[in-house]
């Protein structure tokens, strides 16, 4: 069973910045998507960016603000996220697509103030 760890969430003023990680059980490599999903408050789960082998997307809302990365020795990928707003207040999951089968880490909170 692949295992999927969040971290790196927390309260920050808006405009700053905060980088979450995920650590996965096995090589990151391995699998077809790494992607990161947030949910806010009283909201759907929603993509928030998605990096395959050859395409890396962003959701509209982020796009220009937040970067996903990987580091491949340490089994991890990085969403970087900069110019923070209240809006991006919402638990951020780590997901990960393999063999057609999804895998989620239980979640991060993230907490903007105004």
């Known amino acids: 069973q692949v295992q999927l760890v969040e971290s790196g969430g927390g309260l920050v003023q808006a405009g700053g910045s905060l980088r979450l990680s995920c650590a996965a059980s096995?090589?990151?490599?391995?699998?077809?998507?790494m992607a990161w999903y947030r949910q806010g408050p009283g909201k759907q789960r929603e993509l928030v960016a998605r990096?395959?082998?050859?395409?890396?997307d962003y959701a509209d809302s982020v796009k220009g603000r937040f970067t996903i990365s990987r580091d491949n020795a340490k089994n991890t990928i990085y969403l970087q996220m900069n110019s923070l707003k209240p809006e991006d207040t919402g638990i951020y999951y780590c997901?990960?697509?393999?063999?057609?089968?999804?895998?989620w880490g239980p979640g991060t909170q993230v907490t903007v103030s105004s």
């Open positions: 990096r395959t082998i050859g395409t890396t």
């Open positions: 997901n990960a697509l393999r063999s057609y089968i999804e895998y």
């Open positions: 096995e090589s990151i490599f391995s699998f077809n998507v």
